[in-house]
């Protein structure tokens, strides 16, 4: 199996930061794209930022220029580096990766189990 724990979420101020971090263990052979999502109450999951093993990003409007995303390919870990935050960025922020398990020669998508970001204006 394949665990993705998230942590690094909390209460901020409206222009602070916050960095999300977000680890995948079990048994991995290798661990493609990862990436952040966020859900805000009442609203779809949509994607916040993702990079793939060779570093590539790719970011929503909504946080260009404000977060960024960064991994360590040797330890699994995926990070969020926000900056500039809104109210508008309050949402339950979830870590996704897709992995090839062991033995496997095809990848699969796994989640976390979420960390609450919440901006106060």
């Known amino acids: 199996q394949v665990q993705l724990v998230e942590s690094g979420g909390g209460l901020v101020q409206a222009g602070g930061s916050l960095r999300l971090s977000c680890a995948a263990s079990?048994?991995?052979?290798?661990?493609?794209?990862m990436g952040w999502y966020r859900q805000a109450p009442g609203k779809q999951r949509e994607l916040v930022a993702v990079?793939?093993?060779?570093?590539?990003?790719n970011y929503a409007d909504s946080v260009k220029g404000r977060f960024t995303i960064s991994r360590d390919n040797a330890k699994n870990t995926v990070s969020l580096q926000m900056k500039s935050l809104k109210p508008e960025d309050t949402a339950v922020y979830y870590c996704?990766?897709?992995?090839?398990?062991?033995?496997?020669?095809?990848?699969?998508?796994?989640w976390g189990q979420g960390t609450q970001v919440t901006v106060s204006s």
């Open positions: 079990g048994s991995i052979f290798r661990v493609n794209v």
């Open positions: 996704n990766a897709d992995v090839i398990r062991s033995g496997y020669s095809y990848s699969l998508k796994y």
């Open positions: 990079i793939t093993r060779t570093a590539s990003t």
